[in-house]
């Protein structure tokens, strides 16, 4: 410390000679930030204030006050030990007033240890280099509570760049839609996922549905965290993110991972299995969802028609989530809905109203009678099938409004096919054929084996068609 021409002057050498070039005024702006909010987690006391003076901006805390040596400080072992804190290098301090004198922005910092202004001279002993040196003078007021920090040239663009780098200070807020011991899952508004540590915006993500801020840092973070605290490689957060999200029950979090399962492609967190595991089984738990393979036999088209009309929402999921989930359960232990599981209680629950053929115009008794030339076509009526009959309805017993256009009642081993399909041979040998596979593959709708099965019938009327 050297000695200045007033005798209650004295002057600091923060030994800065090349300044981050890279460093905007805003990122230095960030700094006096971030140090001001880590004296309010430290000292716990009142919130920072950031107020617009008119022609200079304040960032005041109302902590202990800003020391000299502050100034001189590499590290901060009071900040290296707490988890909450944002800054941990003393250098962060010194970058950002060197990198605001470089862009000709003057600073003046008052606290009860003393008044504080910049400039740059020659180094001591070394007349050939110019250094950035803090003016300490007698405090303004010595009763002071906390530190302010005056900034003259900072423009509001350069102030509010700054302050949205800090999850509480972001305009306009930022939404926490879960929090949890080790961070916070956030909507965000812009084309890119911010990402915070304690608050502080260390990255952003191109790919990611919801941005993320992680209160409790891993080691590997914590050493990622360098000195511009920008662009922290995505590995070192990576893993905390997953944690988070198979975590988080709240709803809120879980209503968007459904709604993302549905783009083409979806965002980054959906392409983790045990995110869309998780997921999966919590939306299960609601009993709204359906859930089917994504690419699946076309003929299950049909049947998620029937699942949105019955008010329920089906949800087509990956190839590789399809088979972990397959035959599993949700954390209450409930089978995971599927659309297979849906048809069979569908199937299970019809209530037929039945019409004898003498109620059947003669039209329709025309259409009736092909059925025996149907059956012809595919070698005769298999033995598994009883009986066809005619249903003026097929309802659900618990659900009057829900209707189909047949089906197959594997307990009566009969096929009920509704009325109006009686219009036209082609719409009645539709139904038919499409029934007789389900008796004759013993599978449901949308299942390869009923699939296989419609086909191979197919085959077998166009071949008989074909022969006569």
Not at 42 to 53: A, E, G, K, R, Y
Not at 209 to 226: E, S, V
Not at 421 to 434: N, T
């Amino acid at each position: 410390m050297e000695t200045y021409n007033n005798p209650t002057t004295q002057i600091l050498d923060l030994n800065v000679d090349k300044i981050l070039e890279s460093w905007t005024i805003a990122q230095a702006v960030r700094e006096l930030i971030a140090n001001a909010l880590d004296e309010q987690t430290l000292s716990q006391s009142d919130p920072v204030q950031i107020s617009d003076l008119g022609e200079k901006w304040e960032i005041r805390d109302f902590g202990r006050g800003i020391h000299p040596n502050h100034f001189v400080l590499n590290e901060n072992p009071e900040k290296l030990n707490n988890p909450k804190i944002i800054g941990k290098f003393g250098f962060g301090l010194k970058d950002a007033l060197g990198t605001l004198f470089r862009n000709g922005v003057e600073v003046e910092i008052h606290s009860r240890h003393g008044y504080f202004t910049l400039i740059r001279q020659q180094k001591s002993g070394l007349e050939e280099m110019a250094t950035l040196h803090v003016i300490v003078s007698p405090p303004t007021d010595p009763r002071m509570v906390g530190t302010s920090i005056l900034l003259h040239g900072v423009t509001a663009k350069d102030m509010s760049q700054a302050k949205n780098m800090f999850l509480q200070l972001a305009d306009p807020p930022i939404e926490v839609l879960d929090t949890l011991p080790i961070g916070q899952i956030i909507r965000y508004t812009g084309k890119l996922a911010p990402i915070f540590v304690n608050g502080l915006q260390v990255g952003e993500e191109p790919r990611f549905l919801f941005g993320y801020n992680i209160i409790a840092p891993t080691p590997a973070l914590q050493r990622a965290m360098n000195r511009e605290r920008r662009h922290v490689g995505r590995t070192a957060y990576v893993s905390q993110v997953k944690e988070l999200l198979l975590k988080s029950e709240k709803q809120a979090v879980i209503q968007v991972l459904a709604e993302d399962f549905a783009r083409k492609p979806p965002h980054e967190e959906l392409t983790w299995l045990p995110v869309q595991e998780h997921a999966v089984r919590l939306l299960n738990k609601g009993k709204k969802y359906v859930f089917y393979k994504d690419d699946g036999p076309l003929l299950q088209n049909s049947l998620i028609s029937e699942v949105q009309r019955d008010g329920l929402i089906p949800l087509g999921i990956p190839k590789k989530l399809w088979k972990k989930i397959l035959g599993q359960g949700d954390y209450q232990q409930s089978p995971i809905f599927t659309l297979d599981e849906y048809a069979k209680q569908r199937n299970a629950n019809f209530q037929p109203e039945f019409i004898s053929e003498e109620e059947l115009t003669e039209a329709e008794q025309q259409v009736w009678a092909s059925r025996k030339k149907i059956f012809g076509a595919i070698g005769g009526r298999p033995a598994q099938i009883r009986e066809v009959r005619v249903a003026e309805k097929i309802v659900l017993k618990e659900k009057a409004n829900s209707e189909v256009i047949g089906v197959w009642e594997e307990k009566y081993l009969r096929i009920v096919v509704r009325r109006d399909q009686l219009r036209s041979h082609r719409a009645f040998a539709a139904v038919l054929l499409h029934e007789i596979a389900h008796a004759t593959s013993g599978a449901d709708d949308i299942t390869a084996g009923f699939e296989h099965e419609l086909t191979n019938l197919l085959g077998k009327v166009a071949e008989a068609l074909l022969n006569q």
